[in-house]
C-alpha cells in the first residue's frame, strides 16, 4: 500500500471513530435528559407524518420516475 493510501486510510478510521464518540456522547446526553417518559406529539405533526416527509417524497419520486423509465423502454422496444 502507498504512503498516500495509508496516511487516507488513518484518516478515515479518525473521523470514523470520532464519528462512533460523539454520537455515543449524544444518545447518553439524551438519555438523562429525556428520562423514560415520552412527550406528546403534536396534532399536526400527526397529521402529516408522512405527507411532508421528505424520505417518502424522495421515494415515490424515485419510483415514479422509475416507472416512466419503464414504461418508456417498454414502449420503445416492444
Do not use: H
Given at each position: 500500500?502507498?504512503?498516500?493510501?495509508?496516511?487516507?486510510?488513518?484518516?478515515?478510521?479518525?473521523?470514523?471513530?470520532?464519528?462512533?464518540?460523539?454520537?455515543?456522547?449524544?444518545?447518553?446526553?439524551?438519555?438523562?435528559?429525556?428520562?423514560?417518559?415520552?412527550?406528546?406529539?403534536?396534532?399536526?405533526?400527526?397529521?402529516?407524518?408522512?405527507?411532508?416527509?421528505?424520505?417518502?417524497?424522495?421515494?415515490?419520486?424515485?419510483?415514479?420516475?422509475?416507472?416512466?423509465?419503464?414504461?418508456?423502454l417498454f414502449?420503445?422496444?416492444?
Open positions: 500500500m502507498s504512503t498516500y493510501m495509508m496516511i487516507l486510510s488513518l484518516l478515515v478510521l479518525l473521523i470514523a471513530a470520532i464519528g462512533f464518540v460523539y454520537t455515543l456522547k449524544v444518545t447518553r446526553l439524551q438519555k438523562t435528559l429525556k428520562g423514560n417518559q415520552d412527550t406528546a406529539i403534536p396534532k399536526d405533526v400527526q397529521e402529516g407524518a408522512y405527507k411532508r416527509n421528505p424520505i417518502f417524497l424522495s421515494y415515490i419520486i424515485g419510483f415514479g420516475a422509475l416507472l416512466l423509465f419503464i414504461l418508456y414502449f420503445k422496444f416492444y
